[in-house]
């Protein structure tokens, strides 16, 4: 069973800037599509991004402009950079390994205005 570990939340002011990386166990991920989603309190979660194993990745309508996806296989990681960071933004994102139904535990990001 492959395990997740999320990382790089915190609080930061509108307008900052963010790189949250998720560190698998296993090289297993690196044939998954990985999958980045959000929940904010009282929300359900949301699907933010994805990049397959292709490295082809895409991205929620309204976050394509300010969120990167990506991968790093040598490291089992997947990382997601958000600029220009919003109130709204704020949530708990956590990382998602498709195929395998495995989620990591989240981190929190939280902006203030």
């Known amino acids: 069973q492959v395990h997740l570990v999320e990382s790089g939340g915190g609080l930061v002011q509108a307008g900052g800037s963010l790189r949250l990386s998720c560190a698998a166990d296993?090289?297993?991920?690196?044939?998954?599509?990985m999958a980045w989603y959000r929940q904010a309190t009282g929300k359900q979660r949301e699907l933010v991004a994805t990049?397959?194993?292709?490295?082809?990745?895409d991205y929620l309508a309204s976050v394509r402009d300010r969120f990167t996806i990506s991968r790093d296989n040598s490291r089992n990681t997947a990382y997601l950079q958000i600029h220009d960071l919003r109130p709204e933004d704020t949530a708990v994102y956590f990382c998602y390994a498709m195929g395998l139904d495995t989620w990591g535990q989240g981190t929190k990001v939280t902006v203030s205005s």
């Open positions: 296993s090289s297993i991920v690196n044939s998954k599509t």
């Open positions: 990049i397959p194993s292709d490295f082809n990745p």
